[in-house]
T-cell receptor
């Protein structure tokens, strides 16, 4: 069964600190992995997208890594800001799943002043 | 990235009434649109896949007669919640893609509250 798991479920950090969110998946055959940021009451916004051959991809203070062998990904946020408070969702596409998405449950990040 | 809009952004209705939610791709043609539902503190759950000019494909457990989907043009899909009940209260999000190999772009969501 295609599944995506994320940890931690929630995280609280102080402004300016770094943090790393984890994603494990069992989606096969793997097509690509995306990280989305979803603010409360808003739709998800894409942060990064990685294919099988990509190990890391950055978008400003966000850096995603992918280990296709262990089927793990991480999202590292550097120098967190209050506006980083949101849910971060890991989404994996399977080649034979019509490019539909398998969603992780998300990690809810709270950045405190 | 491409822009997807939803209308309305929020709606409150009485139990038993029907509510229509629109999803538009503003700067590209979307052959496929997706409708998701999201309950508080949960991730998105796919309800149905809508292909332009054909009937929508519903996920298991989603009542097609209750959640009517129409994708009559390449830029517009609508979701109608018929005979809404309080348990239908949720955050409904659409997404759109223009080919099987391109990224999905999400709308901002519609908050439905059924009294």
């Amino acid at each position: 069964k295609n599944q995506v798991e994320q940890s931690p479920q929630s995280l609280i950090i102080l402004e300016g600190k770094n943090c790393t969110l984890q994603c494990n998946y069992t989606v096969s055959p793997f097509s690509n992995l995306r990280w989305y940021k979803q603010d409360t009451g808003r739709g998800p916004v894409s942060l990064t997208i990685m294919t099988f051959s990509e190990n890391t991809k950055s978008n400003g203070r966000y850096t995603a890594t992918l280990d296709a062998d262990t089927k793990q990904s991480s999202l590292h946020i550097t120098a967190s800001q209050l506006s980083d408070s949101a849910s971060y969702i890991c989404v994996v596409s399977a080649e034979n799943y019509g490019q539909n998405f398998v969603f992780g449950p998300g990690t809810r990040l709270s950045v405190l002043p | 990235g491409a822009v997807v809009s939803q209308h309305p952004s929020w709606v409150i209705c009485k139990s038993g009434t029907s509510v229509k939610i629109e999803c538009r791709s503003l700067d590209f043609q979307a052959t496929t649109m997706f409708w998701y539902r999201q309950f508080p503190k949960q991730s998105l759950m796919l309800m149905a896949t809508s292909n332009e000019g054909s009937k929508a494909t519903y996920e298991q457990g989603v009542e097609k007669d209750k959640f009517l989907i129409n994708h009559a043009s390449l830029t517009l899909s609508t979701l109608t919640v018929t005979s809404a009940h309080p348990e239908d209260s949720s955050f409904y999000i659409c997404s759109a893609r223009d080919s099987p190999f391109n990224e999905q772009f999400f709308g901002p969501g519609t908050r439905l509250t059924v009294l």
